[in-house]
């Protein structure tokens, strides 16, 4: 077929057979025997050339069924495979095919997003609530399931003489406090916080996807969270989004919540006013580290002209 660089007009030149041959295809007034029919119609890769790959119908059912990555490299095929394969229908069941979303709502930033169907591009949203902590979220969310995994441990006594067998039952749940750290870290990273304090400047936290089958059946919203700088799909495991967040006011009112969060956090560490902290935090342009660095240089350079002072 022809490549990217062609016309249109050479590309359907290459599809379409000339009008002899296709009347020697499908002339009604001969009887080509089985035989002969069946030889000059298959299709082969060394046999491209045929009147129902110009149909666009055709060309998406094949598709398809195709993953993401191989759907990515059809559209470097010709210019009738790009535009098929470039479709956003096509992308997004190329996306949650193997997951079996039944939707994805919403459009990325980029078409990259599309090409990379792995489970850690879904993100569980939770509202946080009042006494919610990372340790407890990465225990609530990391359940796979009710199982009881048995280990025999036996022990030989007397040289071999006897043998001592202990069957020890540990329990989903125990299992999931000994990995809870690392689901810890899971959830920082992708909330893009350093220590478990960030999660009181925020209204939610994404928890990574760890049991496949939540996302069976179900409906997930490209959102890109400001705080983790992370574009995912999102599960709502309760409702959906919320309608407000989607209004440029609310959002710069949700922004207003999280600026004062910040600020009250910086007055109680730095013990000052509300006015000071602001000014800090205004100087360093929004950065509570660098804030808190200027603030403690001042100090220090009051504390030298203090001393400068008593001992003149």
């Not at 079996?100 to 949203?125: E, M, N, T, Y």
């Not at 025999?152 to 299992?175: N, Q, S």
């Not at 990995?179 to 928890?207: A, F, Q, T, W």
Request: hydrophobic share 40%.
């Amino acid at each position: 077929m022809g490549c990217c660089g062609d016309d249109d007009g050479d590309l359907l030149d290459q599809l379409v057979p000339p009008e002899s041959d296709t009347h020697t295809y499908f002339d009604h007034n001969s009887s080509p025997s089985p035989s002969s029919f069946a030889e000059e119609v298959v299709i082969s890769p060394m046999n491209s050339n045929f009147a129902a790959l110009v149909s666009k119908d055709l060309l998406r059912a094949i598709l398809e069924l195709l993953p993401p990555q191989d759907l990515a490299r059809s559209a470097c095929v010709c210019r009738l495979w790009r535009a098929v394969a470039s479709e956003r229908e096509m992308r997004e069941k190329a996306f949650r095919s193997p997951w079996k979303v039944r939707r994805v709502l919403g459009d990325p930033s980029s078409a990259l997003f599309w090409g990379h169907s792995r489970l850690d591009r879904f993100a569980i949203s939770h509202r946080l609530r009042r006494g919610d902590t990372v340790a407890g979220l990465a225990l609530r969310y990391s359940v796979q399931g009710n199982f009881v995994l048995v280990w025999v441990v036996t022990i030989t006594v007397f040289g071999g003489w006897k043998e001592l067998r202990f069957f020890l039952a540990i329990d989903e749940y125990m299992i999931n406090v000994l990995l809870s750290p690392y689901l810890v870290m899971g959830i920082k990273r992708l909330n893009n916080m350093m220590s478990d304090h960030g999660i009181h400047s925020r209204e939610r936290l994404l928890i990574p996807v760890v049991k496949p089958e939540l996302l069976l059946n179900s409906t997930c919203y490209i959102e890109f969270d400001e705080q983790a700088k992370r574009e995912v799909a999102v599960l709502y495991l309760e409702g959906g989004p919320d309608e407000k967040t989607n209004n440029l006011t609310n959002r710069a009112a949700f922004t207003e919540r999280g600026k004062r969060k910040i600020l009250n956090s910086l007055r109680r560490s730095m013990q000052v006013d509300v006015e000071t902290a602001e000014f800090y935090l205004s100087f360093s342009n929004g950065d509570p580290r660098a804030a808190m660095m200027h603030f403690s240089e001042d100090l220090r350079w009051e504390r030298q002209k203090r001393e400068h002072y008593i001992f003149s």
